[in-house]
């Protein structure tokens, strides 16, 4: 169980004002990327990953670093994707439940539940042990036939990985996703969001 509740919200108490800002003078905005902010939350709990220099860090941390890159980095202005970016990860480890389907539908609306309903598939959870090469290959076949909104939250989600492994120590990791990001993610952002382009190679220029 992760225990450093500190390091958690001291990255909340800057980074979620941050993403709330360019909506301010929406209150239904502002509402609807706080319930989106609270799922999240409340799905990811004490979930961890590992962050720079491999230290562990709370999952909700990196769709929080994703929200930001698709708002302040894409300048996506668009409260849905950011909702939907912030709720990307959250069927990673387990279906998402009717409850939970029920409560975006409903509070988050049809265009966020949509987004949401895509990444529930995105994951392959049947065949977790399957290499790294068929699963990407996989997803990528889903992400060719998928809108530009879902697009800029997968280069997103990869510009916040690549980042994450930044003077990390786990160097097979490192030659897998820069291969992956070289053969899959930069012809998608070629043709899909310019200004996740250059970002994406700087942060492959700087994983050693």
Not at 53 to 71: F, G, W
Not at 124 to 137: A, F, L, M, W
Not at 161 to 172: C, F, G, I, T, V
Request: net charge positive; hydrophobic share 35%; aromatic share 8%.
């Amino acid at each position: 169980m992760y225990k450093d509740s500190d390091n958690k919200n001291n990255f909340i108490k800057t980074g979620f004002p941050k993403l709330l800002k360019p909506f301010e003078k929406s209150m239904n905005d502002i509402e609807k990327i706080s319930k989106a902010f609270g799922l999240a939350l409340r799905i990811h709990g004490n979930m961890t990953r590992k962050y720079q220099q491999d230290k562990i860090e709370p999952q909700i941390n990196h769709s929080l670093r994703v929200a930001l890159i698709v708002n302040e980095e894409m300048n996506a202005d668009d409260p849905d994707l950011v909702c939907s970016a912030l709720l990307h990860d959250i069927s990673t480890k387990q279906e998402i439940s009717k409850e939970t389907k029920d409560y975006i539908k409903n509070e988050l609306g049809e265009k966020t539940f949509n987004i949401i309903s895509f990444f529930n598939k995105y994951y392959d959870r049947e065949q977790p042990n399957k290499n790294e090469e068929q699963t990407i290959e996989k997803q990528f076949n889903k992400v060719k036939q998928s809108d530009s909104l879902i697009k800029n939250i997968v280069l997103a989600k990869r510009l916040d990985e690549l980042r994450s492994l930044k003077n990390s120590r786990r160097k097979d990791k490192i030659t897998r996703i820069k291969d992956e990001t070289q053969k899959y993610f930069i012809p998608l952002a070629e043709s899909t969001n310019e200004k996740i382009l250059l970002k994406l190679v700087i942060a492959l220029y700087e994983l050693k």
